[in-house]
C-alpha cells in the first residue's frame, strides 16, 4: 500500500532559524514526489514536483530534495510568511492518476 | 494569473440529501480532480478524470459519489445521499500535462457540512 508520513508534525522556528522537513513514503515505482504549501482554510498551492534520487529544486528559501525513500524540504532563513502546512505527496495508482497525501508537517515562523 | 473556482464556497445539507460540488477547472487543462480533507486530517484523493471518463478513483469514491463534465468548462461532484461523515472541505484541482508534471492548480475549496 502507498503511503507517506511527514515529520516533525508541528515545528516553530524564529525567523531567520533555519530548518527541514521530511517526508518519508512508501509507493511501488515513484512516478513523482510533489511539495505544496496550504493555509488555513484554502486549498493547497504548488511549490516543486521531484522525479527522481539526487534530483534538487529550489525556489526563494525553499529547496527540495529527493532520495529514494524520503523527501526533505528545507528552509533558509525563514520568514513569518512563511508559516502554513506543507504537505508531500506522491503519484501512484494504477495509471498514476492517484495521488496520495501525507499529513503535513505545520511550520510557525515567529517574527 | 488563471485560478480553479469552486461554488459554493459553503454548503449545509441533511443527511440524506442529494448535493453537487461544482468547480470550473483552468481552461487549458485535461486532468481534473476532487479530494476531500476532514477538519485536521490530510487530504484525500476521491477521483480522477481525464477525456471526459474516470482514470483512477479511491475506495472512499463509492457508488454515492459520481463525477461529470457536462460542458466544456464546469466539472462537479455529486453525492447522491449525504451522510454526516461527508461533512468536509472538498478540493477541486486540475493540471495540463501531456507527458510533463503532473503540478496540480487546487481550487479554495466548498466546505460541506452535513446535518
Not at chain 1, 16 to 21: A, F, H, I, K, Q
Not at chain 1, 91 to 103: E, K, L, M, S, T
Not at chain 2, 57 to 81: A, C
Request: hydrophobic share 30%; net charge negative.
Amino acid at each position: 500500500e502507498d503511503q507517506v508520513t511527514q515529520s516533525p508534525e508541528a515545528l516553530r522556528l524564529q525567523e531567520g532559524e533555519s530548518s527541514s522537513l521530511n517526508c518519508s513514503y512508501t509507493v511501488s515505482g515513484l512516478r513523482g514526489l510533489f511539495w505544496y504549501r496550504q493555509d488555513p482554510g484554502k486549498g493547497p498551492e504548488f511549490l516543486f514536483t521531484l522525479y527522481s534520487a539526487g534530483e534538487e529544486k529550489e525556489k526563494e528559501r525553499l529547496k527540495a530534495t529527493l532520495t529514494k525513500k524520503e523527501s526533505f524540504l528545507h528552509i533558509t532563513a525563514p520568514k513569518p510568511e512563511d508559516s502554513a502546512t506543507y504537505l508531500c505527496a506522491v503519484q501512484a495508482g494504477n495509471y498514476g492518476q492517484n495521488f496520495v497525501f501525507g499529513p503535513g508537517t505545520r511550520l510557525s515562523v515567529l517574527p | 494569473e488563471p485560478e480553479v473556482t469552486q461554488t459554493p464556497s459553503h454548503q449545509v445539507t441533511q443527511m440524506g440529501q442529494e448535493v453537487i460540488l461544482r468547480c470550473v477547472p483552468i481552461s487549458n487543462h485535461l486532468y481534473f480532480y476532487w479530494y476531500r480533507q476532514i477538519l485536521g486530517q490530510k487530504v484525500e484523493f476521491l477521483v480522477s478524470f481525464y477525456n471526459n471518463e474516470i482514470s483512477e478513483k479511491s475506495e472512499i469514491f463509492d457508488d454515492q459519489f459520481s463525477v461529470e463534465r457536462p460542458d466544456g468548462s464546469n466539472f462537479t461532484l455529486k453525492i447522491r445521499s449525504t451522510k454526516l461523515e461527508d461533512s468536509a472541505m472538498y478540493f477541486c484541482a486540475s493540471t495540463f500535462t501531456l507527458g510533463g508534471s503532473y503540478e496540480q492548480y487546487f481550487g479554495p475549496g466548498t466546505r460541506l457540512t452535513v446535518t
